[in-house]
């Protein structure tokens, strides 16, 4: 016999749940076989066998909750199958309970016919046919108005609920973003930003770019480079804080918020500052796609000195960012939208993007914070000075 266990989970995961098992009790597997699907707060993870046999029993169904070396199931490596109904599963077959035919039901004798009761006493007897009177015509009345109607009554459909378990990743996401209100001073700061000069650039720039780098130049791409060289200027916006003591990094990891399926997740660009415009876009075009396909790492997960969110994608042109901790700043992006701005004294309409930036105001002052964005505006407004920068 070998057991099946829950696997190492990862850097500060200690805990999973059972997402959904790949096989039944009595199902043969091959070594390297996916058996069981583990969600984690920040990743899905499949469980394969080690081991060449038959499942012969299943210790936890799925939605139940397992730590590290904990007993999946087991599998039978002499092959013989147990004859065992698995507690979860993805369709796990029961077998026919019907008879081919069934016996013939036996007709209930009718009921007797009962005798007319005799009027009582306090009744009055039966008259003759040709005796009755007819009974006095109704006056007629008016159908209803339809005010006058009473409103029909909400059908069960139309006022139903439905209870759904948290995912862990959504249950983790909920509890950090509550905990990064709590122990942050937590403000954020707005500034709007021209588009014209990369939306330009861009478009001169982008059939070449593609032909020679195979991927798109994106708006993304500027928006890190443009943090990386403001984030040299005021490193405070790259620390974290550890007790008593500030932390300060003088590496770029940034994070590149993804909205995926189970909910939000933070891909970490790691040392982006050494990363040219065109190994940004893979980078990013490559965690995005793991996102979509769940295929992230924790690896691609871990760590991250300063994060960016585009709220933009999703049409927001303006909202306010919740930090990512422990980092102590995040830029969020929005909508690019045409509006009529003062240009040399001339209403002219411009491609302008709100930014926002919060800020952990225990070791960011708001002078830095209103800085570091204006610089994150200087730099987007005209993308040269990226070059210079370096």
Known sequence: MS??????????????????????????????????????????????????????????????????????????????????????GNGAKKAAATPATEPPVAPKPEAKAQRPAPPSDREAPARASGSERPAPAREARPAPTRAEQAPAPASSEARREERVRMTKRRATI???????????????????????????????????????????????????????????????????????????????????????????????LRDADRMTFPHVEKAIRDVAGKAQDGTLTLEDLRGGTFTITNGGVFGSLMSTP???????AILGLHKIQDRVVPVNGQPVIRPMMYVALSYDHRIVDGREAVQFLVRIKHYIEDPGNLLLEG
């Not at 046999?53 to 092959?79: C, N, R, Y």
């Not at 919740?322 to 102590?328: D, G, K, S, W």
Request: without cysteine; aromatic residues 4%; charged residues 25%.
């Open 3 to 88: 057991n099946i266990v829950v696997p190492e989970l990862g850097e500060s995961v200690v805990e999973a749940r059972v997402a959904r098992w790949l096989k039944n009790a009595g199902d043969s597997v091959e070594v390297g076989e996916p058996l069981v699907e583990l969600e984690t707060e920040k990743v899905d993870l499949e469980v394969n066998a080690d081991k060449r046999g038959v499942i012969a029993s299943i210790a936890h169904k799925e939605g139940d909750d397992v730590k590290i070396g904990d007993v999946l199931g087991v599998i039978d490596e002499s092959g013989a199958a147990v004859a065992a109904t698995p507690p979860g």
């Open 174 to 268: 909920a509890r950090r973003l509550v905990e990064a209100q709590h122990n942050a001073a937590m403000l954020t700061t707005f500034n709007e930003v021209d588009m014209s000069a990369v939306m330009a650039l861009r478009e001169r720039q982008k059939e070449a770019f593609k032909k020679v780098h195979g991927v798109g130049l994106g708006i993304a791409s500027f928006f890190v480079k443009a943090s990386i060289a403001a984030l040299r200027e005021f490193p405070a916006l790259n620390a974290e804080i550890q007790g008593d003591e500030i932390v300060y990094k003088h590496y770029y990891d940034i994070g590149m918020a993804v909205g995926a399926e189970g909910g939000l997740v933070v891909p970490v």
């Open 322 to 328: 919740i930090l990512n901790p422990p980092q102590v």
